[in-house]
């Protein structure tokens, strides 16, 4: 059966949820919750597992 979606491998390491939001507990001055973004470093933020070959392409 195709799919449609991606042929990418999702990555084991953060499965596929690479971009978290961390909350430090802290507020700005503004009163908002302060968070930290933070991609995940297996995939650099895709969610799928990038063939090394692609990034060695792109030069990265
Ligand atoms: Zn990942």
Redesign the pocket.
């Given at each position: 059966m195709p799919q449609h979606t991606s042929n990418l491998p999702v990555?084991?390491?953060?499965?596929?949820?690479?971009n978290v939001a961390i909350t430090t507990g802290q507020t700005t001055p503004d009163g908002q919750r302060q968070t930290i973004t933070a991609d995940?470093?297996?995939?650099?933020?895709?969610?799928?597992?990038t063939p090394a070959r692609a990034y060695a392409r792109a030069g990265a």
């Open positions: 990555c084991s390491h953060c499965d596929g949820f690479p995940c470093p297996a995939c650099h933020g895709t969610g799928h597992t």
